[in-house]
């Protein structure tokens, strides 16, 4: 039976669509009220290539796999999404837009393949994991790699991945070795300190040293440019991300090979914040 959708007229990075949702989502309502995309659609006009692969990890209703798709027309993108009710609406969208670049893999990204339960839950829906999430309503759904995507749907290059999974982002690059090694795409991430305490008991400093360990460069998005999140020191981002970011930050990574606009030559000013100038203190500069 087809899930009942709501719709509405929202501006997607600086077009006015009609979307649609689930049937009361309230991300809906939310998006309407302000412009969404705006960021991403900097990034992606930026730094991909009119015939560029996007693999949308966690796409949700489709406003990410919407934006890129304006910029990469002669590309190609896998938007991934594993709750079924967000799914009808994403290839509604996709439809009603006239995306043919677009295919949707109706499944959820990690390290293994298989099947995992779910937690259907608007933007905030992700994957169930361990005893003390047995409770949690969840639907079953398949769990594939990146890697076997990527293989499945014949990908010969692969210039992003962007990834939105409420925590379980690890397990997604986990999954995605042979895609990284490969292609050496730029990674757009959201790196949610929320949802990896309050979902999977992470901490996120470790979470961070894991990224920084497995990629050459790291950037913080904000405000439209690439902040290099080593020049800035791993705790002084974090004071920022946790204390005026509500512990929520998108981060850009990449490898040797991946050549990305970087504004301000990539490098973060001077100490001007309260949070910066405290923690400089602190570390004797």
Not at 11 to 31: E, M, N, T
Request: glycine share 10%; net charge positive; hydrophobic share 45%.
């Amino acid at each position: 039976m087809d899930q009942p959708l709501d719709r509405r007229r929202i501006r997607v990075d600086g077009r006015r669509l009609l979307i649609s949702a689930p049937a009361g989502d309230p991300f809906l309502a939310r998006y309407g009220r302000g412009a969404a995309m705006a960021g991403f659609g900097t990034f992606c006009r930026e730094n991909l290539p009119r015939d560029g692969v996007m693999i949308d990890v966690g796409a949700n209703i489709g406003l990410t796999t919407l934006t890129a798709a304006r910029y990469i027309p002669g590309g190609r993108i896998l938007a991934v999404e594993a709750s079924p009710r967000n799914c009808t609406a994403l290839r509604d969208n996709l439809a009603r837009h006239g995306v043919g670049i677009a295919t949707v893999c109706a499944c959820a990204a990690g390290d293994r393949a298989g099947h995992v339960s779910f937690f259907e839950n608007s933007a905030y829906g992700h994957v169930v994991t361990g005893a003390g999430m047995a409770a949690v309503p969840s639907v079953e759904q398949r769990l594939a790699t990146v890697d076997d995507l990527v293989a499945e749907h014949g990908l010969t290059r692969v210039d992003l991945i962007k990834i939105d999974v409420e925590g379980f982002e690890q397990e997604v690059l986990a999954g995605a070795t042979a895609t990284l090694d490969r292609f050496r795409p730029a990674v757009f991430l959201e790196f949610n300190s929320v949802c990896l305490i309050a979902s999977f008991n992470r901490n996120p400093r470790q979470v961070l040293d894991w990224l920084l360990a497995r990629f050459e460069r790291a950037y913080v998005w904000r405000d439209g440019r690439l902040i290099d999140l080593r020049a800035m020191g791993e705790m002084a981002f974090l004071l920022e991300h946790l204390a005026r970011h509500g512990g929520n930050d998108d981060l850009v990574l990449a490898g040797p090979g991946r050549e990305l606009l970087v504004r301000d030559g990539g490098r973060l000013p001077a100490p001007t914040t309260r949070l910066q100038r405290v923690w400089s203190r602190l570390r004797g500069r």
